[in-house]
């Protein structure tokens, strides 16, 4: 979850690995709903991107993005 600052981390065994970047693009793509299907691989790229940034597993990241919005950038909470 850590990043490069936890030692299990995907993020430190498989930071130059293309099989967590596919892992991702096509978790990425099997989660967004058809109408964002198109943009699953620019979405895909930022969240790796983002997560290398701030030391962020990507999995963990889209795990969190999962839970929080099920994938659908539509979506919203109750409080706003």
């Known amino acids: 979850l850590l990043g490069t600052k936890y030692n299990r981390s995907m993020v430190k065994s498989l930071a130059d690995n293309a099989e967590m970047e596919?892992?991702?693009k096509a978790t990425v793509k099997a989660k967004l709903p058809k109408k964002y299907?198109?943009?699953a691989v620019q979405i895909a790229e930022t969240i790796i991107t983002e997560a290398f940034?701030?030391?962020?597993?990507?999995y963990f990241v889209i795990a969190l993005i999962s839970g929080e919005s099920s994938f659908n950038p539509d979506s919203k909470g109750p409080v706003g």
């Open 22 to 24: 596919r892992t991702v």
């Open 37 to 39: 299907q198109a943009q």
């Open 53 to 58: 940034r701030y030391e962020l597993d990507p």
